[in-house]
């Protein structure tokens, strides 16, 4: 999904920013006023600064601390050295309390990676799928525009797998994954859908869902993988659907899982819009099979 400027974490990061200049402003406020002996609570903003709210956090958080030391060395009775000793300490936690945060940060991401991703194909799993295809219908549903969905199911997949070994059927899989992260649009959402099924989720009208689904057939139709004897290979069948007004994702799944079971049951290798909106987009027709394979 596209990242907005203003997302929800975005505002975040700045609320716990102005916390953190409001915490350094008070401590120094209060170090100013006489109280040569709060200083030291300048670590707390200090600190914190990097895991809260980023390495500019830090930096900011560190150059208005040293403004205030900077003051406080002037003052009767200070010790300039100890001032400065303390802010590098204190920057030097909080450089460590960044690093130590932005480890672990990196390590759950990559855990929650893999628990969005299908191992296999390296595609988005079911999971993340459902999850974006209500984002996506809540959002039009809001705002307005068009959300389509293509569902894809590979032409006698059992007989590959049944005649070449799961090993084989399993890199043909990871192929045709391929193929959909080569011909997806920066914008549209790439899955499988479970089994030999794959899916895309296009935000926009089926028009372009078509589309997508006819080069996705066609790329498709000229992958081979090596197999006992030779190459081998199978078509894709494809259904398209676009959200109607006031429906929800269950409702374009299913939309587009019937116009997938039209291009079975007319011969598969074929894009088939749903009835709903076939006639704003059409059909493609069934292309010539590649390599004998039907």
Not at 147 to 160: C, E, I, P, R, T
Not at 251 to 262: I, K, M, Q
Request: proline share 4%; charged share 20%; glycine share 12%.
């Amino acid at each position: 999904m596209r990242p907005r400027l203003t997302s929800g974490p975005h505002r975040a990061a700045r609320r716990r920013l102005a916390a953190l200049a409001g915490a350094t402003a008070a401590v120094g406020l209060v170090a100013l006023a006489g109280v040569t002996s709060a200083w030291p609570l300048l670590a707390v903003p200090i600190v914190l600064a990097a895991p809260l709210a980023g390495w500019a956090a830090l930096a900011a958080t560190t150059a208005v601390a040293a403004i205030v030391l900077v003051v406080l060395a002037g003052a009767p009775g200070a010790g300039a050295l100890e001032l400065a000793a303390g802010l590098v300490a204190f920057a030097a936690a909080g450089v460590g309390a960044g690093a130590l945060h932005g480890s672990e940060r990196r390590r759950l991401a990559r855990v929650a990676a893999l628990s969005l991703t299908d191992r296999l194909t390296g595609l988005y799993n079911y999971a993340f799928l459902t999850d974006a295809l209500d984002r996506e219908c809540r959002r039009a549903e809001r705002y307005g525009g068009a959300v389509s969905l293509v569902l894809l199911d590979l032409d006698h997949f059992k007989d590959f797998n049944d005649t070449h070994g799961h090993a084989a059927g399993n890199r043909l899989l990871a192929e045709v994954g391929r193929v959909l992260v080569a011909e997806r649009r920066a914008t549209d959402v790439v899955a499988r859908f479970g089994g030999e099924e794959f899916a895309v989720l296009v935000p926009g009208p089926v028009r372009e869902a078509a589309e997508a689904a006819e080069r996705i057939r066609r790329a498709v139709a000229q992958v081979a993988v090596a197999v006992p004897g030779g190459r081998d290979g199978r078509t894709i069948s494809a259904g398209v659907a676009q959200r109607a007004p006031g429906a929800g994702a269950e409702s374009l799944v299913e939309d587009a899982d019937r116009a997938l079971y039209r291009s079975k049951a007319r011969g598969r290798n074929r894009v088939s819009v749903s009835e709903g909106a076939s006639a704003a987009a059409g059909e493609t027709r069934r292309a010539r099979p590649v390599g004998g394979v039907a």
